[in-house]
C-alpha cells in the first residue's frame, strides 16, 4: 500500500547539482538532484539498463549519468539522453526511461509526488518561515514509520525532548483534523518548578503535534500558554527498509520575549545551541508503555487516505 501525497523526503540543502543523493521515501527508492539553475529532480533510484541505483553515478549538465555504463537520463522526464558509444545511425530506444517523480520545493523541503499519476493535491502550504538560527538534522530510526506517526501522538516525549521541558500526559482538548494533519495539544511544564507534575494544576507550556493524515510531514510547536511560540520544528518522515524510518528536520526559535524562561533555555539559545533534539533512537521500553490513545483515529484517517501499491507503480 501507498500513501498517495507529497512527501517531504530530503533537506532542500542536502540536494544539490554535484552528488545525487540517495533517499527512501515511504518504500520508494529515489535519486534526487539539481541541474545547474538549482532545479530539484527526482527519479526511481534505479538504471533502466542493468538496475544500478543512478545514485552511484554523477550530475552533469544536461542530467544525471549512471555510474556503470555512462548512460544519462533527464531529470524532467527520466528519458535516456545519450548512450556513449552509439553509432550515428542508432537512436536511444524509449523504453530506457527511468521513472520520474514529480519535485516540489516548500518549507525547506524537497517534496516528491508518490502515488498514482499526476499530483491531485496541491503542494503543501508554506507554513514555516524561520527567523534567526535554525537547526537541521537526518537520520534512521529503528521503528515502523506508521509507529512513529502513532507515537508522536501518544508519547511525543518518546521522539522528540525539548531543553529543560517535561511534556505530561494532559490533553488539552481533543485531536482536531485542520489541514489534513490531527492536531493535539498536550500540556507541558518546565522541568525546573518545584512541585512534580502530578500537583500542578496549570500548565505553562502547550506541546502542540500535528501528525499528517497524508504523506509524512509532522510540526511540533512548543508554545506558552497564550499560545505564543517558543520553538517550532518540523519533522519530514517516511518508511525507509526493514522496519525502520528515515527522518530528517529542521526548527527555530522565533524572536520572541524570553525573560520569563528558565536560563537553561535563555543560555542555550545565547550559545545558539539547539534547545531541542529530535531523537534517532527510541527506547523500546517507554514506546511499549505509551496508551494508544489519539493515535487510533488517526490509523483510522490514514487507512482511508491507502491506495493499493499495484495502482501506483
Ligand atoms: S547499468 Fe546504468 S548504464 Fe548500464
Redesign the pocket.
Same mark, same amino acid.
Request: aromatic share 8%; charged share 20%; hydrophobic share 40%.
Given at each position: 500500500m501507498v500513501n498517495s501525497a507529497w512527501w517531504a523526503s530530503a533537506l532542500s540543502e542536502a540536494v544539490n547539482n554535484e552528488k545525487p543523493l540517495a533517499v527512501v521515501c515511504n518504500g520508494e527508492e529515489l535519486a534526487l538532484f539539481r541541474d545547474g539553475q538549482g532545479q530539484a529532480f527526482a527519479l526511481e533510484d534505479r #538504471?533502466p539498463? !542493468? !538496475?544500478?541505483p543512478l545514485s552511484l553515478g554523477c550530475v552533469i549538465e544536461s542530467g544525471i549519468q #549512471?555510474?556503470?555504463?555512462?548512460?544519462t537520463f533527464d531529470g524532467a522526464s527520466g528519458a535516456c539522453t545519450t548512450i556513449p558509444n552509439l553509432h550515428a545511425n542508432e537512436r536511444v530506444p524509449a523504453r530506457y526511461a527511468a521513472r520520474p517523480y514529480p519535485v516540489a520545493e516548500r518549507n525547506g523541503f524537497v517534496h516528491v509526488w508518490l502515488g498514482e499519476g499526476e499530483p491531485n493535491e496541491s503542494v503543501p502550504a508554506a507554513t514555516y518561515q524561520p527567523e534567526g538560527c535554525e537547526y537541521t538534522g537526518a537520520g534512521t530510526i529503528s521503528i515502523l514509520h506508521e509507529e512513529y506517526l502513532a507515537a508522536m501522538l501518544d508519547g511525543p516525549h518518546c521522539l522528540i525532548s525539548f531543553d529543560a521541558v517535561k511534556m505530561t500526559d494532559f490533553f488539552l482538548g481533543d485531536p482536531r483534523l485542520q489541514d489534513d494533519h490531527l492536531v493535539l495539544d498536550r500540556g507541558a511544564v518546565w522541568s525546573t518548578r518545584v512541585l512534580p507534575p502530578q500537583f500542578v494544576v496549570d500548565y505553562p507550556l502547550i506541546v502542540r503535534t500535528s501528525v499528517p493524515v497524508r504523506g509524512g510531514d509532522i510540526r511540533v510547536d512548543l508554545l506558552t500558554e497564550q499560545e505564543a511560540p517558543l520553538c517550532t520544528v518540523l519533522i519530514a518522515s517516511g518508511a525507509n527498509r526493514r522496519g525502520t524510518t528515515s527522518i530528517c528536520w529542521r526548527g527555530f526559535l522565533p524572536q520572541s520575549d524570553v525573560s520569563h524562561v528558565p536560563l537553561r533555555w535563555r543560555v542555550a539559545r545565547k550559545m545558539k545551541r539547539p534547545p531541542f533534539r529530535v531523537h534517532t533512537q527510541v527506547d523500546g521500553k517507554l514506546l511499549a508503555a505509551l496508551l494508544e490513545a489519539p493515535s487510533r483515529d488517526l490509523a483510522r484517517l490514514r487507512d482511508s487516505s491507502l491506495i493499493p501499491l499495484r495502482a501506483a507503480v
Amino acid at each position: 500500500m501507498v500513501n498517495s501525497a507529497w512527501w517531504a523526503s530530503a533537506l532542500s540543502e542536502a540536494v544539490n547539482n554535484e552528488k545525487p543523493l540517495a533517499v527512501v521515501c515511504n518504500g520508494e527508492e529515489l535519486a534526487l538532484f539539481r541541474d545547474g539553475q538549482g532545479q530539484a529532480f527526482a527519479l526511481e533510484d534505479r #538504471c533502466p539498463h !542493468r !538496475r544500478v541505483p543512478l545514485s552511484l553515478g554523477c550530475v552533469i549538465e544536461s542530467g544525471i549519468q #549512471c555510474g556503470y555504463h555512462g548512460w544519462t537520463f533527464d531529470g524532467a522526464s527520466g528519458a535516456c539522453t545519450t548512450i556513449p558509444n552509439l553509432h550515428a545511425n542508432e537512436r536511444v530506444p524509449a523504453r530506457y526511461a527511468a521513472r520520474p517523480y514529480p519535485v516540489a520545493e516548500r518549507n525547506g523541503f524537497v517534496h516528491v509526488w508518490l502515488g498514482e499519476g499526476e499530483p491531485n493535491e496541491s503542494v503543501p502550504a508554506a507554513t514555516y518561515q524561520p527567523e534567526g538560527c535554525e537547526y537541521t538534522g537526518a537520520g534512521t530510526i529503528s521503528i515502523l514509520h506508521e509507529e512513529y506517526l502513532a507515537a508522536m501522538l501518544d508519547g511525543p516525549h518518546c521522539l522528540i525532548s525539548f531543553d529543560a521541558v517535561k511534556m505530561t500526559d494532559f490533553f488539552l482538548g481533543d485531536p482536531r483534523l485542520q489541514d489534513d494533519h490531527l492536531v493535539l495539544d498536550r500540556g507541558a511544564v518546565w522541568s525546573t518548578r518545584v512541585l512534580p507534575p502530578q500537583f500542578v494544576v496549570d500548565y505553562p507550556l502547550i506541546v502542540r503535534t500535528s501528525v499528517p493524515v497524508r504523506g509524512g510531514d509532522i510540526r511540533v510547536d512548543l508554545l506558552t500558554e497564550q499560545e505564543a511560540p517558543l520553538c517550532t520544528v518540523l519533522i519530514a518522515s517516511g518508511a525507509n527498509r526493514r522496519g525502520t524510518t528515515s527522518i530528517c528536520w529542521r526548527g527555530f526559535l522565533p524572536q520572541s520575549d524570553v525573560s520569563h524562561v528558565p536560563l537553561r533555555w535563555r543560555v542555550a539559545r545565547k550559545m545558539k545551541r539547539p534547545p531541542f533534539r529530535v531523537h534517532t533512537q527510541v527506547d523500546g521500553k517507554l514506546l511499549a508503555a505509551l496508551l494508544e490513545a489519539p493515535s487510533r483515529d488517526l490509523a483510522r484517517l490514514r487507512d482511508s487516505s491507502l491506495i493499493p501499491l499495484r495502482a501506483a507503480v
